[in-house]
């Protein structure tokens, strides 16, 4: 991973290069992070483990309309939309400077005019929330950080899941404590989710993308549904 000068004092950028182990494909993209407190203004290694998911996945995901919550650096949705999604990124009213790095991210990839920026708040059902257009993918990188937020995340998730018939989740994690689930949760919100092995898109390895993320760090690769859809990993 590579480290290009700084726009500001306080902006540096990265970039990723997701590679094809089968064919000679590639796809490089450059992330703005900002050295801020806020934890959403880096690139963890969950956001490198949910891109090359996508990258892997790049052939379904052409034309389809994906929206990434608590999107912070925006490294999955940045490469959703270079595969060519549909994307819209989203983070909440409270992290004005996140949003502000979304539209950065897009900038500095090409997609300023592509990709959507929305204020949305976990836990709340808003008039932006119900404004969405039809979604196909949901995404979400490292949502399940705080155990305090896990049920608002699945409420968003829930009433977006509800809304578009067929629709999926797809999400990574990092796992911090054997204490911490989501089983309840999912029973709560009558959502369910199938685990899918890293192995299986060629994220089981301690550099993706030219990276030293996500190194010996446990990510965990989900997609939720509704109880009564289908789940293809």
């Known amino acids: 991973m590579e ?21 000679p494909a590639s796809l490089s993209v450059s992330i703005p992070e ?40 925006s490294l999955p949705g940045v490469v959703a939309a270079r595969c060519g999604a549909k994307v819209i990124l989203s983070d909440g009213a409270s992290a004005p400077l996140c949003l502000e790095n979304c539209r950065r991210s897009c900038e500095a990839n090409g997609l300023l005019r592509a990709v959507g920026v929305v204020s949305l708040t976990w836990g709340e059902v808003s008039p932006e ?26 409420l968003t998730a829930s009433v977006l899941l509800r809304r578009n018939r067929g629709a999926q989740f797809w999400t990574t994690y990092q796992e911090r404590s054997a204490d911490w689930s989501i089983e309840a949760l999912l029973h709560r919100w009558k959502l369910k989710c199938v685990d899918v092995p890293l192995g299986a898109f060629d994220a089981d390895e301690a550099e993706l993308a030219g990276s030293t993320l996500p190194g010996n760090h446990s990510v965990v690769m989900m997609i939720i549904t509704m109880e009564t859809e289908d789940v293809v990993p």
Request: proline share 7%; net charge negative; hydrophobic share 45%.
């Open 3 to 23: 480290h290009r000068g700084a726009e500001t004092p306080t902006t540096a950028y990265k970039v990723f290069t997701f590679k094809d182990q089968k064919s």
């Open 129 to 154: 929330l119900l404004l969405l257009p039809p979604l196909d993918v949901i995404l979400g990188s490292d949502v399940f950080y705080e155990p305090r937020d896990f049920e608002d995340v699945l």
């Open 34 to 73: 900002v050295l801020d407190p806020h934890y959403g203004m880096y690139v963890w290694p969950c956001a490198v483990v949910l891109a090359q998911y996508l990258w892997t996945h790049r052939e379904e995901l052409r034309g389809k309309a994906v929206l990434e919550l608590g999107a912070g650096v």
